[in-house]
């Protein structure tokens, strides 16, 4: 139980931090152009792994920003896919704005590989079916 709520509380950090960097460079030019791809590699390399799962720049420029929806979600959701991947699901009302994260446990340590934000269900005219989910970088 104390490993799910560190893995959980690690999402959430990693949310709140890329999303305050992803803020400062939106409205500061100069800090964007001159610290802010640091800072996130930083940040990234912290709490993630693999370059393929890192966004060019790390910037994204969505307002709101693009976990923003983790601070008011109605529900987390934390899933054991494997010994060595969990999913952890921030869900939100209305649906779309569920995200979820995917972590892999390396060298023994749990890192975030990507993020994923809920889409609906593949459902062709059903009120049942696959759950369909966009895969993001980080």
Request: charge should be positive; charged fraction near 35%; include cysteine.
């Amino acid at each position: 139980m104390e490993e799910t709520l560190k893995i959980i509380e690690k999402c959430r950090v990693f949310a709140q931090q890329a999303d305050a960097l992803e803020a400062k460079a939106f409205e500061d030019i100069p800090y964007r152009d001159a610290h802010f791809v640091d800072d996130f590699n930083k940040l990234f390399e912290q709490y993630a792994y693999g370059k393929q799962n890192r966004t060019i720049s790390g910037l994204n420029f969505r307002q709101p920003a693009r976990y923003d929806h983790i601070n008011t979600c109605d529900k987390e959701v934390i899933e054991q896919v494997s010994k060595t991947r969990y999913y952890v699901t921030f869900e939100g009302k209305p649906q779309w704005k569920t995200i979820r994260f995917v972590l892999d446990k390396r060298q023994g340590e749990w890192k975030l590989i990507r993020s994923e934000n809920y889409l609906g269900i593949a459902n062709h005219g059903k009120d049942r079916g696959k759950e369909v989910w966009t895969k993001n970088k980080l």
